[in-house]
């Protein structure tokens, strides 16, 4: 936390003060302060700035789904910490906001756009722009918990219990971000997130995975799709960097290295394409000896998609094939799919 506060002479508890105030009680301005001399009030005015993410659109959903275009500086001006430096050109990126009856869960985006341009996925149709920094990430976390007054002195429960990284962009190709803003996250003089509550996605970046595990030890979702490398390099291109035997062993080390239980496996059933019982099976082999849970994931369509969700029988004979199989297995209901903000759909298309 201190690094950068002890550069500037704070103490240990203004340092320490200055995060309550920003963390845990939501602060808009550096006057609002109080327990810190105005001399430091004015010292943090100069350097940093509260500023939130400025939202371009909201878009709500039947179904109570939320979603926020953000937009950002662009190209490679992207701030580098707490202050926002104005750019000539915006990126955009997009949060999503899911209340259930017992949780409310943020999914954040990692990039502005992504490279690895898996073929069922629309924002991976969208061209990489830039990575997120650490601020535009938590930044996120913190819009939503302004928009519904989750702070401590607004209410004593928190409103706000998990958060997933599984909007735009893939996080372990920004990892350095990703990390910072998990220190963030999980700090318990930060944002105070119990670490079983936050989920990273990766469709497999194998040298990073076992950094994440040692550095961060977050639950881990893997964007598996497919139980062979012939046919998920087909639809995943970055299964030919790092193929199946190599990404398997990293993820199998993952939750002794994590202190996690178990990984969950994404798998999104795409009709005449992975769905068979003989890929059910593959997959099933696959995942020997992995404290695994599958979460078996409705296709959500987006125009031009080459793609169709499988029927219910066929994911009912999938699931029932693993599930015989000893390995647990989930379907959730998809949410925000009429704002086009279900998984795979997100683009930040401003226009
Ligand atoms: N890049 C990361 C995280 C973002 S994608 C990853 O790939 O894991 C979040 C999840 O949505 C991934 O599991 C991804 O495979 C899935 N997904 C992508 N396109 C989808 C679509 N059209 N329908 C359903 N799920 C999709
Ligand atoms: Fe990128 Fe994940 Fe979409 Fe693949 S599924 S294109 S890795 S965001």
């Not at 275009?69 to 580098?80: Q, R």
């Not at 990892?175 to 079983?196: I, N, Q, T």
């Not at 990766?202 to 012939?230: E, F, K, N, Q, Y």
């Amino acid at each position: 936390m201190c690094a950068q506060f002890e550069e500037l002479g704070l103490t240990l508890l203004q340092a320490r003060q200055t995060w309550d105030w920003v963390y845990r009680q939501g602060a808009l301005s550096f006057e609002a302060m109080t327990n810190l001399p105005l001399a430091v009030r004015y010292r943090l005015e100069e350097l940093y700035s509260l500023e939130r993410l400025p939202t371009f659109q909201e878009h709500l959903s039947c179904d109570g789904t939320r979603k926020w275009v953000f937009s950002l500086p662009g190209g490679s001006d992207a701030p580098t910490q707490l202050s926002s430096i104005p750019s000539a050109h915006t990126a955009s990126i997009e949060t999503v906001f899911i209340p259930e009856e017992k949780r409310a869960t943020v999914c954040l985006s990692s990039q502005v756009g992504c490279s690895l341009r898996c073929c069922f996925c629309r924002t991976g149709t969208r061209l990489f722009e830039r990575n997120l920094t650490p601020h535009e990430l938590v930044s996120q976390v913190l819009h939503v918990k302004d928009k519904f007054a989750d702070w401590p002195q607004h209410s004593k429960t928190r409103y706000l219990t998990h958060i997933v990284m599984m909007g735009m962009g893939e996080p372990l190709l920004n990892y350095e971000a990703v990390k910072e803003a998990l220190a963030l996250l999980l700090d318990p003089h930060g944002l105070a997130f119990s670490r079983h509550r936050i989920t990273v996605s990766t469709s497999g970046i194998v040298p990073v995975l076992a950094s994440l595990a040692r550095d961060c030890r977050v639950p881990l979702t893997l964007s598996l799709h497919a139980p062979s490398d012939t046919l998920r390099s087909q639809l995943m291109p970055v299964n030919d960097v790092y193929p199946l035997k190599e990404l398997m062993r990293a993820v199998h080390a993952y939750p002794q290295m994590s202190k996690t239980k178990y990984v969950t496996i994404a798998y999104v059933l795409l009709k005449g394409v992975n769905d068979s019982q003989a890929e059910a099976r593959a997959l099933l082999s696959l995942l020997q000896g992995l404290p695994a849970k599958v979460n078996l994931l409705t296709f959500n369509a987006w125009k031009g998609a080459p793609f169709a969700p499988s029927s219910a029988g066929v994911c009912a004979t999938f699931s029932r094939i693993l599930t015989q199989g000893g390995i647990d297995c989930f379907r959730r209901r998809t949410r925000g799919r009429d704002i086009l903000a279900a998984c795979g759909q997100l683009r930040a298309d401003t226009q």
